[in-house]
């Protein structure tokens, strides 16, 4: 892949020292033996057990209690804090620089002010490390300072989630907590040094895909992401269980049933769309399904009435 500095606006660029970097989508030829190949075939079933965590599920389906948003964002703090701290250490490392993108993804400045929307000015004091996310933060730092280049699979797997999944959450979170259209409370989602996402993160990847390493470093880093999914993991079980000890009513916002964000929960055979789609399949009981479905609706009654009509209308005029 070509990397090129312009000044130019282009559609498909991001930020980078005043300068526009470009990414050209034509040789973003990837090959299985590519880092990012390999992270995200490495970390699949990982991804999977994460996405299927209670704390993850209740929150796509936009079931999140305030209290809880508010002790995840203390989490992420945390984590951003020890991870961006450790990058800024290294940043000099020959593996650690070409992904070195302070402006553009560090986080730790974005949830302070979070944490000052929900806490007030004096934040810091209320807020503590929980034993939930101490061996996160611990492992991060334990890698900053003797294995460097584990970092890349931190930093991976925390902003390159942030820049895809995380925006779905945005939405989510926004609409469930009924925060500000504004954005207070949710600057961790809101990357203004980044101009398309999509043109980042195959930026990012291509960076990622350049990197000197050996078989064993890369089997390594795979090792570490999927470590890394392991803790995030142990972040929303300690949230599960804070939750079932927090007395705060939670509304379901309906977002289950959104085919503009993540389906989770609800009975997928109810789904119109699905039914749909087995029906031109064949399948005929799904194809009654969705004839069920469609007669409680009144237009479709009115539609179907119509077509009684012009078909019986037919049938006389054929017999007659």
Known sequence: METKLTSEPVPNGVTKGGARIVVDDDEDVLSPTDLSELLAEGTKESHEKAENCQFVKDFLRGRIQRELFKKGTE????????????????????????????????????????????????????????????????????????????LVAHSYTRYMGDLSG?????????????????????????????????GFKQLYRSRMNELELDSETKERLVDESNRAF????????????????????VQDAGFGHSHAEIMEGGDINKCPYYAAKMAASGNPTYACQLAMMLLRHPP?????????????????????
């Open 230 to 249: 392991g803790f995030n993991m142990m972040v929303f079980t300690e949230l599960e269980e804070i939750g079932k000890s927090t007395k705060e009513e």
């Open 75 to 150: 989490a992420l703090y945390f984590v951003y804090s020890a991870m961006e701290e450790e990058i800024e250490k290294n940043k000099d490392h020959p593996l650690i620089a070409p992904i070195y993108f302070p402006t553009e993804v560090h986080r730790r400045e974005a949830l302070g002010r979070d944490l000052e929307y929900f806490y007030g000015e004096d934040w810091e004091s209320q807020i503590s490390l929980t034993a939930g996310t101490k061996p996160y933060v611990d492992r991060i730092h334990e890698v900053g300072e003797k294995d460097p280049v584990l």
């Open 166 to 198: 995380g925006q779905i959450l945005k939405k989510v979170a926004q609409r469930a907590l009924k925060l500000p259209s504004t954005g207070e409370g949710l600057n961790f989602y809101q990357f203004e040094g980044i101009h398309s996402h999509k």
């Open 300 to 320: 479709c009654q009115v539609a179907l009435a119509a077509w009684v009509a012009v078909l019986a209308g037919f049938a006389a005029w054929y017999f007659i």
